[in-house]
């Protein structure tokens, strides 16, 4: 009797829960996210995130944690497009998030943090940039859920392995907006990477530039007042304006270390101040010889770092010292010993790029409290550099070096390998112990050698996403793999950018038609725009751009590589140059490009033509396809042109890539100034490259 009666009180608790008892008693396995959590402590079931979850901050830390807890609270309303959830003190309550710091007597290390997941979540962190990393877990992990809604019940510590996880931007030779160097803060925090150095100034080489100095391409990025002629023409940033960019940095546990790169690298002073460039070595190199030089380049790190108020806010300043003339090394070394002196002065640390063992000499270089970017073993040994007491910053070219369209580094870095092989104890061809405390951690580089090339921010980003992913995960978690390359990368895919950024351009969906118009001018899936009745010609079945401002808001943006457009097109005669038929932020594509008649479209300055121009007064079918590679023209289905692997040949036979990529702009069709006088219909939009006998068949 006894046994029946067990067996009958089995099936009751199977029946009310709905879920076999050995399912119920599995424990959730480590979560998926970059980098890897280092420790994980499953239990079962799963948080759900309700609408009347709230964020609590223990009241013994508000003044640390209400900022950290206002973030996650925006970041939030981003991911979950809704509105912010409430901030306050207080204690950690069922269904709530709660916030608190375990400073005192912590076995975390810098930046460490722990995770409770059970019927509340509890963050208990060592310092508030650990916190700042838990929150970037949370985000990940509700990314991963298609609802944005459960978390998995457990217990996680994490920490990263080595403190500087870096990334370096040259912004010199190639410029940036500040809002891409905003985002890319936001993208950078969300994989926990903490280093944000930023490569002020730098130059061309003179042979794509006539071999004449003067005509070489020479910028320094940021607002200077003793020399206003030193500020570049064609992109800057005002001081205010780096300043509120490092604040933003620190919000989100992001270091900005802005670079001067001097000696050499340095063409924008001496095109500023005559004088002050090497005629032995070029102009490039700045003379050390002469006293102006010291004046000069004093004048402009003291504008910068001195009062109670500097530009440069951090803690850590770069003094460049790359790639001198060998020849003169006991010069460039009393500059270089100068300048970490100069800097330190200010109460600043110094960085600076490995260049000693290239550099020999007997003139002492001051190596305590000093790092360096260790980037080529023949210009700084490493084992020499540490054994003099300089700290390192693994920034192996070899491995880290991307310089877009080139031709030598890499134009991609080879990630797999870097899963696989690389961790920061790992420069050029040494290896040391992964605990060695003179390697701080490590850093990889966009260097924008070709200036010119036609490299959008958008292709350097494209270059960099898959790069930050892995690297995040090495310089977190060292050399410890949580699962195989493939795995890796595969669920990598699941986790984006960061809370409201698409700097990709994806589009998430199950079909590869992601947006289309109707005959009645809107789009399927979508409420019917402002604007569409006055634009659409109920003959034509059409929309009518009219010239001028006559134009339609779409659902999207623009989208990104590879992607699909088509639509068919019927032009006015008379279409002013520049005409645009589809623009954003990014882009433009137009009818009579550069006055031309052809199609064609600009991005960042850089114009591109098809070779064809569409007819007048009678309706044609066009496709644009486009990729990292480049940008092809379907004209009624049949390919007319592939703008890819062109070449920039100079007066001297050198030659340098043309990049004819175009991220397709959707946010307006027509514009606001300058729209085209057209009838366009049967646009669609595909989140794939379609096959030629697909494009065909549209």
């Not at 409770?116 to 859920?145: M, S």
């Not at 600043?348 to 003139?363: D, I, N, P």
């Not at 890499?410 to 050029?428: A, F, H, M, Q, S």
């Not at 809370?499 to 289309?516: C, E, F, H, Q, T």
Request: with cysteine; charged share 20%; aromatic share 12%.
């Amino acid at each position: 009797m006894m046994k029946r009666i067990r067996i009958l009180c089995f099936l009751v608790i199977v029946a009310v829960a709905g879920t076999p008892v050995w399912i119920q008693a599995q424990t959730n396995p480590a979560p998926f996210v970059i980098p890897a959590l280092r420790e994980w402590q499953g239990a079962t079931g799963f948080f759900e995130w309700k609408a009347a979850t709230s964020v609590i901050v223990d009241p013994q830390y508000r003044k640390e944690l209400l900022p950290v807890a206002r973030l996650l609270a925006e970041d939030l309303a981003v991911t979950k497009s809704g509105a912010l959830l409430p901030v306050k003190t207080g204690q950690a309550g069922k269904g709530t998030v709660f916030f608190s710091l375990d400073a005192t007597g912590s076995t975390l290390p810098p930046e460490g943090y722990s995770l409770q997941i059970g019927d509340r979540i509890i963050i208990k962190a060592r310092d508030v940039t650990g916190a700042i990393w838990a929150t970037r877990t949370l985000l990940q992990l509700l990314e991963q859920d298609p609802q944005h809604r459960t978390l998995p019940k457990g217990v996680a510590r994490d920490y990263p392995k080595y403190e500087v996880r870096g990334f370096v931007l040259d912004v010199g030779r190639k410029f940036f907006s500040l809002d891409f160097l905003k985002q890319y803060i936001k993208f950078m925090s969300y994989y926990k990477m903490n280093d944000f150095h930023i490569h002020l100034n730098d130059n061309g080489f003179k042979q794509f530039f006539g071999d004449n100095w003067d005509s070489t391409y020479s910028a320094f990025r940021l607002q200077n007042d003793t020399y206003p002629n030193l500020t570049a023409k064609d992109g800057s940033y005002t001081k205010k304006e780096f300043i509120e960019l490092q604040k933003m940095a620190q919000r989100y546990g992001v270091n900005i270390i802005p670079e001067i790169d001097v000696p050499a690298h340095s063409l924008a002073f001496s095109k500023a101040v005559p004088g002050v460039g090497s005629k032995q070595y070029g102009m490039d190199h700045l003379d050390l010889d002469n006293p102006l030089t010291y004046t000069v380049i004093d004048n402009v790190f003291r504008e910068y770092l001195q009062g109670p108020n500097p530009v440069f806010i951090g803690k850590e300043v770069h003094i460049g010292t790359d790639e001198y003339a060998k020849k003169d090394a006991e010069k460039f070394r009393k500059f270089t010993d100068h300048y970490i002196r100069f800097v330190e002065g200010f109460g600043k640390q110094v960085r600076m790029w490995g260049s000693l063992t290239h550099a020999q000499g007997t003139t002492p270089v001051k190596a305590a409290g000093v790092t360096m970017n260790l980037w080529y073993n023949g210009y700084a040994e490493p084992k020499d550099m540490f054994a003099l007491g300089y700290k390192g910053i693994s920034t192996p070219d070899g491995w880290l070096y991307i310089v877009p369209a080139a031709g030598y580094y890499y134009d991609y870095l080879n990630v797999k390998k870097l899963y696989e092989e690389w961790t920061p104890n790992r420069i050029g061809k040494e290896t040391f112990e992964e605990n060695d405390p003179l390697i701080r951690g490590g850093a990889f580089a966009v260097w924008n050698d070709h200036v010119g090339n036609g490299i959008t921010e958008k292709d350097v980003h494209h270059r960099v996403f898959p790069a930050m992913q892995v690297l995040s995960q090495k310089m977190w978690g060292g050399s410890a793999k949580p699962m195989k390359y493939a795995a890796f990368s595969t669920q990598a895919k699941q986790i984006g950018e960061g809370p409201g950024l698409n700097m990709l351009g994806r589009i998430a969906s199950k079909d590869s038609l992601v947006l289309a118009m109707n005959a009645d001018g809107n789009f399927s899936g979508q409420k019917k725009q402002s604007g569409t009745n006055s634009l659409f010609d109920q003959k034509e079945k059409a929309l009518r751009l009219k010239g001028g401002s006559s134009f339609l808001s779409t659902p999207l943006p623009g989208i990104g590589y590879g992607y699909t457009v088509r639509f068919s097109i019927k032009p006015e005669p008379d279409n002013l140059p520049n005409a645009i038929l589809f623009g954003s932020e990014d882009a433009v594509v137009t009818l009579n490009q550069q006055g031309t008649g052809k199609l064609g479209f600009t991005r960042e300055g850089y114009h591109y033509l098809f070779d064809y121009a569409v007819p007048v007064n009678e309706w044609t079918t066009i496709v644009i396809e486009g990729n990292h590679k480049g940008t092809s023209l379907y004209v009624n289905g049949v390919l007319k042109e592939k703008l890819e692997g062109a070449q920039q040949t100079f007066a001297n036979g050198k030659q340098i890539a043309k990049v004819q990529t175009l991220f397709f702009p959707l946010k307006f069709i027509g514009d606001k100034t300058n729209a085209a006088k057209a009838l366009i219909r049967d646009l669609k939009v595909f989140n794939v490259m379609l096959s030629g006998d697909e494009i065909r068949n549209l």
